[in-house]
């Protein structure tokens, strides 16, 4: 079981493979292969395993984790008490939305205060936050810390009453109030200017004839309060003295307290959402017989734990004598409890680096690493201390780096140092400039100033742009190879978080004529080029439309200029040509096929040729194909 079957089924046939002809030439070009020569006795019995492993490969039970699980239960939906027939999900989104949309108006439709409501819609966002958290919490995850329904009456009671009280006076005595504000000597004028005391009367008025519940207090409120007129006070000067000013800084207070409250509220309710989630959203499912991929895991868990009652896990261990669990570091707590519980009387094997189970936004969970490693006997712990994919010059330095007091925090979590391994024909990068193979670059802001975050990204962005450029340089004058030969850019990735920082590196590299492709999860559609194909194929179903023509032409598919084609406004002939040419497309497209029309229209505007004479061509090129 493991996180990408297709990949290692691929790496395991050609391993078999590669064993097979070992063993029936007698000859073997790495020491693991030469090793399984000199213990094998029988290589004709031995090759012949191996022949019937490969005829017999489609047999293989090699899974992803919810791959197995789903077979389990597909296999075995009586042993499991599972339906028969359930449909497999990848978006559950839709179930989330109907979800949270059903506790919305359970929660907010007159079950809460309406300062509540209030507070919740001045977010302006609502449903979307809420549709996040589900989606992002395990139905296995728990509420922590346990709470009751916060008690909030005794703020919203305190905030309406001084809230009536703040209205009766100023309905009272606006007028004097607002001539303080614009009058008064003592206040300073900096804080208080006519433009500011002018929209703190009018907001005001807004606030006291609203039919709302005040709440939450507009933004110039607390410049009504005593508290804050005494702090803007000329020297000298007392500050004035009215009831209204000391009831605004109850509100004030009143109103904060009430934030408060309602901010516990807030937290109580996004608990009562997860534990919603919880109870109704696999019995939403289970009514349309649909499974999401975390519901596998559920359901398996379910039907292996102690007092299931279920013959599951009998059933399991003997179809499968041992279990593999590769990229083990990925596992979580709920598909380690799966495994321990099918294959405790088996043999389970458990393949990871305990240094990559740090990184949580990949799904790890350090924890049940090391609870599994506490787990196993020390006897039984293998540790793999040789590379074969990294330089020794690189491994050098990591060792150097990391062989230093508990790097990983963790004493469960050890470094231990590797060696690269002797491969006579490794190609090893030489850089005649001497620089290290592993280097740390520091950006500093101008002077004192802190960069921005965007400064950083930017300034980060040049500067490995211009690492690339410098290599590529001194590969022009022989002094950057790879084995015997130059390095070429195809010899070169970067590697990034998210997919716009690989923009802004295209970006880079094509201002310098480097080409470069992106190889990430992007989607082709979203592609500028995308549009180009929408449009141009419009032109081609519609020839007789000139608006879709005209549209057409400015796509990367003619290449031609704004002034071109506005010249067409006037010249007919031009344009009654270019229109003849669309017909001609779409006449192809009927007769022959799209495939034919689209490789004569390439042909007929030189689209490849022209495209690669510019930055980022080779990109656009592909996107279009």
């Not at 020569?37 to 004709?44: I, P, S």
């Not at 007159?110 to 996040?132: N, S, T």
């Not at 043999?347 to 799904?363: E, T």
């Not at 310098?512 to 032109?539: T, Y």
Request: with cysteine; net charge neutral.
């Amino acid at each position: 079981v493991c996180g990408s079957s297709a990949q290692l089924k691929t790496r395991i046939r050609e391993r078999i493979r590669s064993a097979k002809k070992c063993l029936d030439s007698g000859t073997a070009d790495e020491p693991f292969l030469a090793g399984l020569l000199e213990r094998t006795g029988d290589r004709g019995l031995a090759s012949r395993t191996l022949d019937m492993a490969l005829r017999r490969f489609d047999e293989a039970s090699i899974f992803t984790i919810h791959g197995f699980c789903r077979r389990v239960l597909s296999d075995m939906a009586f042993e499991s008490r599972s339906l028969f027939s359930l449909e497999l999900m990848k978006d559950q989104s839709e179930f989330i939305k109907l979800l949270v949309s059903d506790f919305y108006r359970k929660h907010f439709y007159g079950a809460v205060p309406d300062e509540l409501v209030a507070y919740v819609c001045r977010k302006k966002d609502v449903l979307a936050p809420m549709i996040d958290l589900v989606g992002h919490i395990s139905l296995d995850a728990g509420v922590i810390p346990e709470t009751g329904r916060p008690e909030a009456e005794g703020a919203v009671d305190a905030f309406r009453q001084s809230l009536m009280e703040l209205k009766r006076s100023w309905l009272d005595e606006r007028e004097r109030v607002s001539g303080i504000l614009k009058g008064y000597k003592g206040i300073n004028r900096r804080s208080f200017t006519a433009k500011i005391v002018a929209r703190m009367i009018e907001e005001m008025d807004a606030y006291v004839l609203s039919a709302g519940c005040g709440f939450p207090l507009f933004e110039d409120f607390n410049r009504f309060t005593h508290t804050r007129i005494k702090a803007a006070m000329n020297a000298g000067y007392d500050p004035p003295v009215h009831e209204f000013f000391c009831l605004c800084d109850l509100h004030t207070a009143n109103g904060e307290t009430l934030k408060e409250r309602m901010d516990e509220y807030l937290v109580w309710l996004k608990a009562e959402l997860v534990r919603h989630a919880h109870k109704h959203l696999p019995e939403l499912k289970e009514e349309r017989g649909i499974l999401h991929f975390e519901d596998l895991l559920l359901k398996v868990r379910e039907a292996v734990r102690p007092g299931a009652d279920a013959p599951l896990k009998r059933i399991i261990s003997e179809r499968y004598r041992s279990a593999l669990i590769d990229e083990f570091q990925d596992t979580d707590s709920v598909q380690y409890e799966i495994f321990t519980a099918l294959f405790s009387e088996t043999a389970l094997l458990f393949i990871g680096d305990p240094k990559q189970a740090i990184y949580s936004f990949r799904g790890a969970d350090i924890f049940t690493y090391m609870n599994a490693a506490s787990a196993i006997e020390q006897d039984l712990r293998f540790t793999l201390t040789t590379n074969y994919r990294s330089e020794p010059g690189l491994l050098r330095a990591v060792n150097c780096l990391f062989e230093r007091g508990s790097p990983f925090l963790y004493k469960e979590i050890e470094y231990r140092r590797v060696s690269a391994a002797e491969i006579p024909e490794r190609k090893v990068f030489t850089d005649t400039s001497g620089a290290s193979p592993l280097a740390f670059w520091f950006l500093d802001g101008p002077g004192s100033t802190e960069l921005t975050k965007q400064a950083a990204e930017n300034r980060a962005c040049e500067v490995v742009v211009a690492e690339i450029t410098r290599l590529l340089r001194e590969a022009g004058k022989g002094k950057a190879l790879l084995g015997d030969r130059v390095i070429v850019p195809g010899d070169m990735a970067v590697i990034v978080r998210k997919n716009r920082h690989a923009r802004l590196i295209r970006k880079a590299l094509s201002n310098r004529s480097i080409p470069c492709v992106i190889s990430g999860d992007e989607n082709v559609f979203d592609a500028p080029e995308a549009s180009d194909m929408e449009l141009l194929l419009m032109a081609v179903a519609e020839p007789q439309r000139e608006r879709s023509v005209r549209t057409a032409l400015a796509t990367a598919f003619f290449g031609l200029d704004g002034a071109v084609i506005d010249s067409l406004s006037s010249n007919e002939a031009a344009l009654e040509k270019w229109i003849e040419q669309f017909r001609h497309l779409h006449e192809l497209w009927l007769s022959r096929g799209f495939i034919v029309m689209f490789r004569a229209c390439m042909e007929e505007q030189a689209v490849r040729k022209r495209l690669l004479t510019e930055p980022g061509g080779e990109r656009r090129l592909t996107n279009l194909l």
